[in-house]
């Protein structure tokens, strides 16, 4: 049995349709295409005219309520404080001091002998001499405060390390709300003024603030700083800009007797007092983009922070292991300037030059380490680093510490007037 195929033939009717139909759906498409493109070119001015409209609607409907904050640069600050305050704590620092009690040592001999005879006034009077004192045992008082934010919702806590410096020392943290905790310093960074703490709460307990991008921010950026000013007014807020950036300061303590060189800090005009020490500084989202670190004494609202960048490998080393590691090298040197390189005749005027310390066991590589395995030595000179030229405005140290431990980097070092490239694999930096 055969089976015939049967020519399906279009009517010319049928064939108008369809091609009116085509037409219609690509004038629709194109019409489609230009409309998209034209709101989404003005797609800033309608949410404007919408988000008017809407806020007008409201504040003119009864029934609405309170009429809604207006979309302001105040009231992004107010929802800012409003996420992260809850997340703000303050930091009392307390310690054992010695006590002391005033007394009199008698004299050992009355100057006017009998004269009084026995009157008791003046053999009394005569035998006192200057009021002294002595230690009579310690007791526990506050000796300081500062500010830290909590990080995680299980009270892990990040602060600045002058702030928790002293070992001998307790410190009891004050949430927001009033509750008070003790805490247990985890760990303290060597290199950067933060410190890690921890207070005891249940796994989603506690409110936790957003770590944000420091390497985005622009001069002018509006941020927000909170704090526990002066170590007595707690969650302070004040309100700046971003002042300046990749700033390098040495900020000192002056009841300690130190201090330290901070490199890439941020400068804030956000009023930042003595107490702010280790609190947020945050963007108008709520983020933690620094933590407050220094101010310039004697200055009208010049304060620093630390960019959050900087701390965060630090944050994930003590999340993950309860302690800070640092990757390193293992070399002491001193940064080429032009200045250097014409007093020691060098044959550059940048990179860093791998030299020793002042005191003799202060050596210029230290044995065992990952650069003495690929064999640099001293008066070596390491002039780039992943292909990035080491001067003023890239530094080796913060290089290395954006780095993680087990991270290969490629060095190009001048030994002895030959340019050769090495691969070095960064170890854990020794406790």
């Known amino acids: 049995m055969s089976t015939n195929l049967r020519e399906f033939k279009i009517k010319p009717l049928q064939k108008k349709y369809i091609e009116m139909g085509l037409v219609a759906l690509v004038t629709t498409l194109v019409v489609m295409v230009i409309a998209g493109s034209l709101l989404w070119g003005n797609r800033t001015k309608i949410i404007s005219l919408l988000a ?90 506050e000796v300081g405060g500062g500010s830290g934010f909590i990080i995680t919702d299980d009270g892990l806590i990040v602060t600045n390390r002058h702030v928790v410096a002293d070992e001998d020392a307790d410190y009891t943290v004050y949430t927001n709300d009033g509750k008070k905790y003790t805490a247990k310093v985890l760990a303290r960074d060597q290199i950067l003024d933060i410190a890690v703490i921890k207070i005891d709460a249940p796994i989603g307990g506690l ?38 950036l990749s700033r390098s300061i040495v900020a000192g303590d002056a009841f300690a007797g130190t201090s330290e060189q901070l490199d890439r800090v941020i400068q804030t005009d956000a009023a930042i007092n003595p107490g702010n020490s280790g609190g947020p500084l945050l963007n108008l989202r709520g983020q933690v983009i620094g933590i407050n670190v220094a101010v310039v004494q004697g200055s009208s609202n010049i304060g620093f922070a630390l960019p959050i960048n900087s701390v965060k490998s630090v944050i994930s080393s003590v999340k993950e292991t309860g302690k800070i590691i640092r990757p390193y090298l293992g070399i002491r040197y001193t940064e080429i300037t032009p200045e250097l390189k014409d007093a020691n005749k060098l044959a550059v005027d940048y990179g860093v030059l791998i030299q020793r310390g002042e005191d003799k066991n202060d050596l210029a590589v230290i044995p065992g380490s990952p650069a003495d395995k690929v064999g640099i030595v001293e008066n070596d ?51």
């Open 52 to 141: 008017g409209s809407y806020m007008a609607q409201t504040s003119e409907n009864p029934l609405a309520g309170s009429s809604p904050v207006p979309f302001t640069e105040e009231s992004f600050v107010v929802n800012a404080v409003k996420r992260a305050n809850p997340a703000v704590v303050s930091i009392s620092i307390t310690k054992d001091v010695p006590t002391y009690e005033t007394y009199y040592s008698p004299s050992p001999t009355n100057p006017f002998g009998d004269m009084f005879g026995g009157n008791d006034f003046f053999n009394q009077f005569f035998q006192q001499q200057v009021p002294q004192q002595k230690q009579n045992g310690t007791e526990k008082q």
């Open 381 to 431: 000179i390491i002039l780039e680093l992943d292909g990035v030229k080491l001067d003023e405005d890239h530094s080796l140290a913060l290089m290395i510490r954006d780095k993680k431990v087990g991270d290969t980097v490629t060095l190009k070092v001048l030994s002895k007037g030959v340019e050769k490239t090495v691969q070095v694999k960064l170890e854990a930096a020794p406790e």
């Open 207 to 244: 409110p936790y603030l957003e770590l944000g991008d420091s390497d985005s921010l622009e001069l002018g950026q509006s941020v927000v700083a909170i704090g526990n000013a002066l170590a007595e007014f707690k969650n302070s807020v004040s309100v700046g800009v971003v002042s300046g």
